[in-house]
């Protein structure tokens, strides 16, 4: 078994039994079996606990007459994201507030995650960020075929009948594009900036690496801001009825 980080550790201790149990019923075996869990997927529960704690900590911490900090600071994120929802999608726009929401903190926390010595940023791990690509690729999807019906499928043939033969595999390749294109600008940032900040410390420990670990942090935040902005365009495109 490969050494493992306290967090991965505990994780296998406590949930690897059940992971196995999982991968049996879908017939996978597990690359390791005394540590079916592997650090990526480690990193991303503890992130999903983190934003579970701070989603709890909001819902119980509500006050009209006296807000409290945090209750302030989830005011202030759902502000933000539903400013841009509402100037990309327009009417109707706060039905994916919360989805966006989601995406824009999981994103975030990930890519801030590996500035913690010790832990690993799963967004710089090739298979986080295609999963949430293709979770945003589906949704929105799936509300266009809500907003729009069987018409939905005419933006893949165009508008005349007599061009469907080119126009359909143009707009599917364009569609399955964006699935590549989400995973590796999110990928290939994050894994970048922390090679780059990784080999800094490793030559010059103190001053100099000070300067990456903050351009990090920038692209952390432009990454994630990226991210959620593309998926809300996706979907006021696919919402979009044809006048």
Not at 221 to 228: E, G, K, V
């Amino acid at each position: 078994m490969l050494e493992q980080d306290p967090i991965t550790a505990a994780v296998n201790k406590y949930l690897g039994k059940f992971a196995i149990q999982l991968m049996h019923l879908v017939h996978v075996q597990p690359y390791d079996p005394q540590a079916p869990i592997t650090r990526p997927f480690a990193m991303e529960l503890l992130v999903f606990g983190l934003l579970l704690v701070f989603f709890l900590l909001v819902r119980f911490s509500l006050s009209v007459e006296k807000p409290g900090t945090i209750q302030q600071v989830a005011e202030m994120i759902h502000g933000f994201v539903s400013d841009q929802a509402e100037s990309i999608v327009g009417p109707g726009s706060q039905r994916f507030v919360m989805f966006c929401t989601c995406v824009l903190l999981f994103i975030l926390l990930g890519n801030l995650l590996g500035m913690v010595p010790g832990l690993l940023a799963p967004t710089s791990v090739p298979t986080v960020p295609l999963g949430v690509a293709l979770l945003c690729w589906f949704y929105y999807h799936y509300y266009g075929l809500r907003a729009n019906g069987f018409h939905y499928f005419r933006q893949f043939t165009g508008p005349m009948w007599q061009i469907a033969f080119m126009m359909l595999p143009i707009e599917l390749i364009s569609h399955l594009a964006r699935i590549l294109s989400l995973t590796v600008r999110l990928y290939a940032n994050m894994f970048a900036g922390e090679e780059v900040t990784l080999v800094f410390f490793s030559l010059v420990p103190v001053g100099i690496p000070i300067l990456f670990m903050i351009l990090h942090l920038g692209v952390a935040l432009i990454q994630a801001y990226i991210f959620m902005l593309l998926t809300m365009i996706y979907v006021s495109q696919a919402i979009a009825h044809e006048h």
